[in-house]
């Protein structure tokens, strides 16, 4: 697609609740991150893939939170027994690392409301 | 492990004023530096990046940031505000895994 694409673009759900969000990225874009941001606050780091493996998953917040990208494509951030503290909107980026200058585009986000 | 900040939450500015929007950085190795901006109700939208070379990098709208080793700082400036530059400007830094991340974010009024 011309950009990179997010689903849902809202979910609200209750406490306990397991979610997935999914990440359609830019074609051809190898590399593929997650943030997630709080109203007012810059975006939070969670994690980014290189093609398939997780390159880094330092950010993830604790065990409850998992992604994957299975074919180096398509992208789903699962969150099992959702908090309230897990409300935010969650951004997904993608880029093709030329030079060094990993531009991200962004997508709009999933706005997750944890009840 | 790297760091960003943006000591201002919020910078006002009279239109037609020149603007500075601040930004320091930590990082091991080169630095690779980007400005992003947030319209309301819109997605981030990439403004401009500094990677090696001149330190006064132009971008995006009029925007240009100026990158300064001693100082470890990457602020973003424009000769001239526009009210339509009211938005929410992000600063980030890259590792050198390629790990991206962001500082809290400046609010920039410009007030007509």
């Known amino acids: 697609g011309a950009g990179v694409s997010q689903t849902p673009s809202n979910k609200v759900t209750e406490k306990g609740k397991y979610v997935e969000l999914r990440c359609d990225p830019i074609s051809g874009h190898t590399a593929l991150y997650w943030y997630r941001q709080s109203l007012g606050q810059g975006p939070e780091f969670l994690i980014y893939f290189q093609g398939t493996g997780a390159a880094d998953d330092s950010g993830l917040p604790n065990d409850r939170f998992f992604a994957v990208r299975p074919e180096g494509s398509v992208s789903t951030l699962k969150i099992q027994r959702t908090e309230r503290g897990d409300s935010a909107v969650y951004l997904c980026?993608?880029?093709?690392?030329?030079?060094?200058?990993?531009?991200?585009?962004f997508g709009a986000g999933s706005r997750l409301t944890v009840l | 492990a790297q760091s960003v900040a943006q000591p201002e939450d919020q910078v006002n500015v009279a239109e037609g004023n020149p603007l500075t929007v601040k930004c320091t950085y930590s990082?091991?190795?080169?630095?690779?530096l980007f400005w992003y901006v947030q319209y309301p109700n819109r997605g981030l939208q990439f403004l401009l990046k500094y990677i090696t070379g001149d330190n006064l990098v132009k971008g995006s709208y009029g925007f240009e940031a100026e990158f300064n080793k001693s100082q470890t700082s990457f602020h973003l400036k424009k000769p001239s505000a526009l009210v339509s530059d009211s938005a929410l400007y992000f600063c980030a830094v890259r590792d050198m895994y390629d790990k991206i991340i962001f500082g809290k974010g400046t609010r920039l009024h410009i007030l007509p």
């Open positions: 990082v091991s190795g080169n630095p690779y």
């Open positions: 980026a993608s880029s093709f690392p030329t030079s060094g200058a990993n531009v991200l585009t």
